[in-house]
């Protein structure tokens, strides 16, 4: 059974940092690109960034480019997100989620995890 | 703003058929890429419900349908029920962006 499990969330001031996590488990995790997807409250998805299966290439939203570093550990079945510089304007539940293909669609996801920036 | 566009909200009595559409652009939808639907029901992750423009996962109903044409592609819920109250967001990819987009969603509410 696939699973894709968040942590990392929390409470953090403005212009603090928080690192999420994703362990997965289920599936050969190099095979597959990973990427990260936030929901505001109240509003809808917004895709953050992606990885490929080797880790070699990422990409980014503007919205968080040079503030957010996605990576990925295989021997730990991991996908990180370091936030840095975080602003108010980040606080969402943050998704994990599979990419299955070129076709660019998420198959699985995690079940979130809550960022809070505030003072 | 999300570079696809979507209405806000959809209804229809129970058994009717309904339709979101997701519009985009030339950069988007209307360069080739693939559309893809999910459902979000109400403090759950999003669900694939529609991949590649028209295709169902195993253990979607098959009341839902998927189109795609030029700069726009639909969603069609046919037989709606009380458990397709949720919201429904399309996804692409955007060149001029370098990422993937979400539309802003559409609540589905059955009356």
């Known amino acids: 059974e696939v699973q894709l499990v968040e942590s990392g969330g929390g409470l953090v001031q403005p212009g603090g940092s928080l690192r999420l996590s994703c362990v997965v488990s289920?599936?050969?995790?190099?095979?597959?690109?990973m990427s990260w997807v936030r929901q505001a409250p109240g509003t809808g998805l917004e895709w953050v960034s992606a990885i490929s299966g080797s880790g070699g290439s990422a990409q980014y939203a503007d919205s968080v480019k040079g503030r957010f570093t996605i990576s990925r550990d295989s021997s730990q079945s991991t996908l990180y997100l370091q936030m840095n510089s975080l602003r108010a304007e980040d606080t969402a539940v943050y998704y994990c989620?599979?990419?299955?293909?070129?076709?660019?669609?998420?198959?699985?996801w995690g079940q979130g995890t809550l960022v809070t920036v505030s003072s | 703003q999300s570079v696809l566009t979507q209405p806000p909200s959809v209804s229809g009595a129970p058994g009717q058929r309904v339709t979101i559409s997701c519009t985009g652009s030339s950069s988007n939808i209307g360069a080739g890429y693939d559309v893809h639907w999910y459902q979000q029901l109400p403090g759950t992750a999003p669900k694939l419900l529609m991949y590649g423009n028209t295709h169902r996962p195993s253990g979607v109903s098959d009341r839902f349908s998927g189109s795609k044409s030029g700069t726009s592609a639909s969603l069609a819920i046919t037989g709606l029920q009380a458990e397709d109250e949720a919201d429904y967001y399309c996804q692409s990819y955007d060149s001029s962006l370098s990422g993937y987009v979400f539309g802003p969603g559409t609540k589905v509410t059955v009356l």
């Open positions: 989620a599979r990419k299955y293909d070129s076709s660019g669609y998420y198959d699985y």
């Open positions: 289920g599936f050969t995790f190099t095979s597959y690109a």
